[in-house]
């Protein structure tokens, strides 16, 4: 209970939790919106659980948004999340331009902000989401813009603006946008930015040219990042390997095998080739420990396998456990990216593709057990894991360029509405 009835004034332990245990879960879910294993009704269990306590601070008042105030002392991305969420709901605007300024001096907190606005419900950002467009802050203009894109509303001409804008963040976040919200009248505009001078901004309008259906210019801009070093490579990778045909992925998949720089990138890109003919490389490679997961997941991208359902993973052998651990002397703190993901059984796999290859036509694509289609994306994007989701989302806008991008990142409820709005007439 937030608030002791008696007295009628807040209890300040649970309170405190409330903020606490906000914290945690808002960077439980942004590990979550992209983990392996994750389908949208765990994320909507984990939603529920952190909507409750943004409640519990909501009933708290006065004393909730002063603990929120107080635990930004030591700002990280949960923090500025619960106490941006709950500036926006109770429309407190000292303390949302007290996170807002947070934000712009301090980009790693930055997803915090972002996530809130795109937390809450449409009505909390009511005349909020208008004087951030309007700002001449550029930071303010590029929130307002991604709280656009977070509830699948077109920003209008503010979007239009920011593709030129001087500031990089702002033309970056505007570049997006351009693409997930379906703008086609801006393609010409991504395009003309495929040559900018930030790399952010040179992805975002590679990524965004491609999904409003340009396949020259922009396809062989993405050909070349996907050859390029930096941060943006294995999303280039991914995006060029959806686009092309499993025949045109030969050559980039070959380069990554013969290279040997980096085998997880190989083993994504087999996946997201959807070429069966790479099962039997996929199933070698779950025999190598720092590859069998992803191995695993790629193989489940390809023929749509439950591993774990259909019992065709094993127990880690000992000393396998990846990850944090509980040793205070283990400097190792990063989280396990195959962390969820089952270890797959090589053995038992290769006897079911043994018996089932007859099934997959080689050198055809194939995502999640089918042949690419509307239905078959629509399917997954409802019922898959997060990645799979993601995948799905990105493939619509493929096949029918213009079509806004599905955010699998929405709260859950949210998203479930969005679907049941969207599911085709059956009676």
């Given at each position: 209970?937030?608030v ?17 245990e ?11 919106v ?8 765990h ?36 923090e ?16 949302l ?25 449409a ?24 709280a ?33 919200c ?48 930096g ?8 995006l ?6 499993p ?16 085998a ?6 087999l996946?997201a080739s ?7 490389l996929?199933?070698?490679?779950m ?52 962390d ?45 894991c ?16 213009g ?25």
């Amino acid at each position: 209970m937030t608030v002791d009835l008696a007295l009628n004034r807040p209890v300040a332990k649970v309170v405190a939790q409330h903020v606490e245990e906000g914290a945690v879960l808002c960077n439980v879910r942004m590990r979550m919106v992209d983990a392996p294993h994750v389908r949208l009704h765990h994320l909507r269990r984990l939603d529920d659980r952190l909507a409750a306590h943004l409640d519990g601070l909501a009933v708290a008042g006065e004393y909730g948004a002063h603990l929120c105030a107080t635990a930004l002392a030591r700002p990280g991305v949960g923090e500025v999340f619960v106490a941006t969420a709950l500036a926006l709901d109770s429309r407190d605007e000292p303390c949302l331009d007290k996170v807002l300024a947070l934000a712009q001096a301090l980009p790693e907190c930055r997803p915090g902000v972002l996530s809130a606005f795109g937390w809450v419900a449409a009505a909390s950002l009511r005349d909020i989401t208008r004087e951030l467009l309007d700002s001449n802050n550029a930071f303010r203009r590029m929130v307002g813009i991604a709280a656009c894109d977070a509830h699948r509303v077109d920003p209008g001409a503010v979007l239009t603006d920011a593709l030129g804008d001087p500031d990089p963040t702002l033309r970056a976040q505007g570049l997006r946008t351009a693409g997930e919200c379906g703008r086609r009248d801006l393609l010409d505009a991504c395009l003309r930015a495929l040559g900018d001078a930030n790399a952010d901004c040179r992805f975002q309008a590679v990524r965004s040219a491609v999904l409003l259906g340009d396949r020259h210019a922009a396809a062989h801009a993405l050909h070349r990042m996907a050859h390029e070093a930096g941060t943006h490579r294995m999303p280039a990778i991914d995006l060029f390997l959806k686009l092309t045909t499993p025949e045109q992925a030969v050559p980039l998949l070959k380069a990554l095998f013969e290279a040997q720089t980096d085998a997880r990138m190989l083993i994504r890109g087999l996946g997201a080739s959807g070429d069966p003919r790479f099962v039997p490389l996929l199933i070698d490679r779950m025999e190598d420990p720092a590859l069998s997961r992803l191995a695993g997941e790629s193989f489940s991208l390809i023929t749509g396998l439950d591993l774990e359902m259909l019992d065709l993973y094993r127990k880690p052998a000992e000393g396998l456990e990846t990850g944090p651990t509980d040793d205070p002397a283990d400097a190792d703190v990063a989280m396990d990216e195959d962390d969820g993901l089952p270890w797959p059984d090589a053995q038992r796999i290769g006897a079911w593709w043994s018996a089932n290859a007859h099934s997959f036509e080689p050198g055809a694509r194939c995502f999640m057990g089918a042949p690419l289609s509307w239905a078959r994306c629509l399917q997954v994007r409802k019922d898959g894991c997060q990645r799979q989701r993601r995948a799905a989302s990105e493939y619509v806008c493929l096949l029918q360029p213009g079509t806004p991008l599905f955010p699998i990142d929405a709260p859950a409820w949210r998203q479930q509405r969005w679907l049941e709005a969207s599911a085709p007439d059956v009676a």
